[in-house]
């Protein structure tokens, strides 16, 4: 088989491509396109590593890597060439067959985790239905409650499905949703008395707790780190009365974190977990994982007509190779530190209006002490001006999400950047 020349993307002069002068007509793009999104007034059109460009040729440093998903930047040399090869040679067939790429990329997902089983779907709320399903079914069939309930976390995300906004426990994602669906409670957050009261409150008649659903790192809530001991404290529990604990490692899992997956920092291991986001490296993939509990869904109990397909499995596949061969986590843990650190140093020069620096690896929050009346959408919005693209997570916390190759002198740039955004916005 042959294949068409690699273009190599950083050959491109930024000119070369950007042909448009006239500004992005919004108003035509909102006639057409239901407005569910709250749109930063900014349309990019090319990307190269950790840059991208809008329609009008104007640079940015991507620190937002669509929403901690492209692990390796833009058309990176290993994903061009993944894409070009899988789609010539077979790119969708259904589960109606066997799929050899998939059966590569689960294996190579638990020859670096913790999983037994990986199911595959296309997104993270997809990968988060399905472990409430399986926990559901392990529920009715193994501990034989009638009506299981599955806890999850103040401030915690798990997408935008029913099922999946609903185990998110933040109100503003539910309003006007309602009747929700049933059988989810919440407890703060890292609290484990919160959890030990939930545990024996619901233990009656047919409702009993049979799952907890949380993350090792909680990403849209806010960027906040799970405790050590109190995620040792819920394996205990869980392991005591035989309930299923399921992280979502759609967002801080695939290396994010500096580790492969969220957990690796608690020390602890789930029965169930979820990945989507960093896994294909914006190509749309989910999945989750199992350990031991490998038949609790039987032929028939759950499915997906994209789910797996050839396409996405080897891309992805290509991309956890590229992990792992260009030692990507190490980059990971030193780039983490050096932007943590330039950002406490930022923080402390700012001290009456920033109140903490957070995170792991290159999943990292700055959070805007209350009083102040800044907001982290006014912050993303001035640092646009500045070239540097940063994404909100809540009203108070600006996060920075960078693809995982990004750079030494991309995160100096970056902190240039938020240092001038600081000084004109408290001018
Ligand atoms: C983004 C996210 C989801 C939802 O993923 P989608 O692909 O948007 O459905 C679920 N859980 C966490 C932790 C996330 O960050």
Redesign the pocket.
């Given at each position: 088989m042959s294949f068409p020349t690699l273009v190599e993307p950083a050959e491109i002069p930024p000119e070369a491509n950007s042909k448009s002068s006239q500004p992005f007509d919004a108003d035509n793009f909102n006639e057409v396109v239901m407005s569910t999104y709250g749109r930063f007034p900014l349309a990019l059109e090319r990307g190269s590593g950790c840059r991208v460009w809008d329609t009008q040729g104007k640079e940015y440093l991507d620190f937002v890597a669509g929403?901690?998903t492209c692990t390796l930047g833009h058309a990176h040399p290993a994903m061009v060439e993944a894409v070009t090869k899988n789609i010539q040679k077979l790119h969708h067939v259904s589960n109606l067959y066997y799929i050899p790429e998939q059966g590569e990329l689960a294996k190579w997902i638990i020859d670096h985790s913790c999983a037994d089983r990986v199911f595959f779907c296309n997104?993270?709320?997809?990968?988060?239905e399905a472990a409430i399903k399986l926990a559901r079914k392990y529920a009715h069939t193994v501990l034989e409650i009638a009506n299981p309930i599955i806890l999850t976390a103040h401030a915690?995300?798990?997408?935008?499905?029913l099922a999946?906004i609903t185990a998110t426990g933040q109100p503003k994602y539910q309003k006007n949703f309602d009747p929700l669906v049933p059988g989810f409670h919440y407890v703060p957050y890292n609290d484990i008395a919160a959890v030990e009261a939930a545990v024996t409150e619901l233990d009656e008649g047919n409702y009993r707790v049979g799952a907890i659903l949380i993350?090792p790192l909680?990403?849209?809530g806010g960027v906040r780190p799970g405790d050590v001991t109190y995620f040792q404290k819920l394996r205990q529990i869980c392991d005591e009365i035989g309930i299923l604990l399921m992280f979502?490692?759609?967002?801080?899992g695939m290396g994010r974190s500096g580790k492969l997956w969220g957990y690796e920092h608690l020390g602890v291991e789930p029965d169930v977990f979820?990945s989507?986001?960093g896994l294909g490296g914006g190509i749309?993939i989910?999945a989750m994982m199992t350990k031991k509990f490998c038949d609790v869904f039987q032929p028939g109990d759950h499915a997906s007509t994209f789910g797996g397909n050839p396409f996405v499995c080897g891309v992805a596949l290509s991309v956890c190779q590229t992990l792992e061969k260009e030692n990507i986590l190490e980059n990971v843990q030193e780039q983490g530190a050096h932007l943590r650190e330039g950002l406490k140093m930022i923080a402390r020069k700012y001290g009456q209006h920033i109140a903490e620096v957070r995170g792991w690896g290159l999943i990292n929050g700055m959070e805007i002490k209350a009083e102040s009346p800044l907001t982290a959408p006014d912050f993303v919005k001035a640092a646009i001006d500045q070239g540097l693209l940063l994404v909100p997570a809540g009203p108070k916390v600006v996060r920075f999400v960078p693809p995982l190759i990004v750079t030494d002198t991309e995160i100096n740039q970056a902190l240039q950047a938020v240092e001038k955004v600081l000084a004109k916005l408290t001018a």
């Open positions: 929403i901690a997104s993270g709320a997809e990968a988060n915690s995300f798990h997408g935008r499905t999946t993350e909680q990403g849209e979502d490692e759609v967002q801080v979820t989507a986001k749309p989910g």
